[in-house]
Every structure is written in C-alpha cells, then in structure tokens.
C-alpha cells in the first residue's frame, strides 16, 4: 500500500525527477536548500520506497551516492486512479466487440477533450503567435489539473513553434500496459489544440518526459 506524501515531499520528487539522478550536492545546489535538509527527506522517501539511490564509483575520489525517483515514486505523482483504473483500461481495450469498444474509447476520449477544453481568446487561427497562445492555455489548464507541464518553443523550417513538455506521465500506470494510453492523449491534445500534435518523446519508450509538437505538413 502506497504512503501519501505530503505537499513538500511530492514538491521534492517533482523537482528530483526534473533533475533526475542526483548527488545530496547538486541538489543543495539546485534547490537552494542545506544538506540536511535534503538526507532527512530523502530518508523519509527512501523508507516509502518512491526514491532509491546508487552508488558511483568514480575513477578518482571516494565512492558516492546519486538518488532517483522509483516506480512508486512516478505513480505517486502521476495519478491517483491505482488498480481500479488499470483494470477498467484493460477490460475496455479487451473488448471484441469492434463497435461497441471504438464507441467507449470515443467516449473516454471527448470527456477528456471537454476536461481539458479552454475558451478561445480570439478567433483561431494557425499563425505562429496563435498557435503558441493556444499551447499555453493547454499548459494553463494541465497545471491546474496537477500536471507538471511546461511549455518550449523548437526552431523547425524557419520557424519557432511552441512545445507541450510533460515532466511525468500523468497515466504511469496505464500508459505501462501499452501505447493506447499515449496515443489517446495525444488525440486528445490535438482536437483542444486545433491542429494535429506528434508525440516527438514518450516515457513508455524510455524517455525522462512526454513531448508534443505540431505536426505541420511541410511548407505550412
């Protein structure tokens, strides 16, 4: 049975997992805070099992320890749905029925464009300026949902469009099944966005975050 953690201590496995494996002095350095600070809680994450630690050995100097977040730790941040989601994720992608399993997943995909649906600022369109808003009301509404989402911009045939980075996959435990879970989101995304959206990084494929960009046709 997973152990919640307290708003400082997922705050602490948000940004160790931004900075993934670490030393106690880099993250002194990087999170501005004393060294004791950081083994107390890091301690306390370790017992709970969602930080682990290994040891380098470097080819001059004293051995040291470089700590991440584990597989519990990810889950602990990336959702709260455990074992009951899994299983209805399962049994839906399971169905055999075609019909009725492609009018479920049509289902589970439009309440998750309403979810995360923004209202325009202004009347769409697909210049660069535009598009970059629209990205940043997405980051806007994820955050609020408890996302850790930034937005970044990616130089591609002259032009600097904008970047959805996701910190953690928000559906660990799902996405770990298979690749439906990625392939719905990004569905999702590209209809709130109003243009279609590739999955450039993926953590199901091994990647520290999940990112996505336009998917422009060539010369537009």
Not at 24 to 44: D, F, K, N, P, W
Not at 86 to 106: A, C, F, P, Y
Not at 191 to 202: D, I, T
């Given at each position: ?49 969602y930080v682990d630690r290994e040891t380098i050995r470097a080819e001059r100097g004293r051995p040291y320890h470089v700590y991440h977040v584990t597989s519990d730790g ?84 002259d032009r600097a469009l904008p970047v959805l980075r996701e910190h953690f996959c928000p559906y660990h435990d799902l ?46």
């Open positions: 049975m997973n152990v919640q953690t307290d708003t400082a201590d997922t705050r602490f496995l948000r940004q160790l997992r931004r900075l993934g494996p670490s030393s106690i002095q880099q993250l002194c350095e990087a999170l501005g805070v004393t060294a004791t600070a950081i083994r107390q809680r890091i301690s306390r994450l370790l017992v709970d099992g990810l889950r602990q941040l990336g959702d709260d749905y455990g074992e009951l989601a899994q299983i209805l994720w399962r049994e839906l992608r399971e169905i055999e029925d075609t019909e009725t399993r492609k009018r479920l997943l049509g289902r589970v995909r439009q309440s998750l464009v309403e979810r995360y649906r923004f209202e325009e600022k202004a009347e769409r369109n697909d210049g660069a300026e535009a598009l970059a808003d629209r990205f940043e009301q997405l980051r806007a509404v994820l955050d609020r949902e408890g996302f850790e989402v930034e937005v970044g911009t990616r130089d591609r045939d996405s770990a099944q298979d690749r439906s879970m990625c392939e719905l989101e990004q569905s999702v995304f590209s209809e709130v966005l109003g243009v279609p959206v590739a999955l450039s990084h993926c953590c199901h494929d091994g990647d520290d975050y999940c990112e996505f960009e336009p998917a422009l046709e060539a010369g537009k």
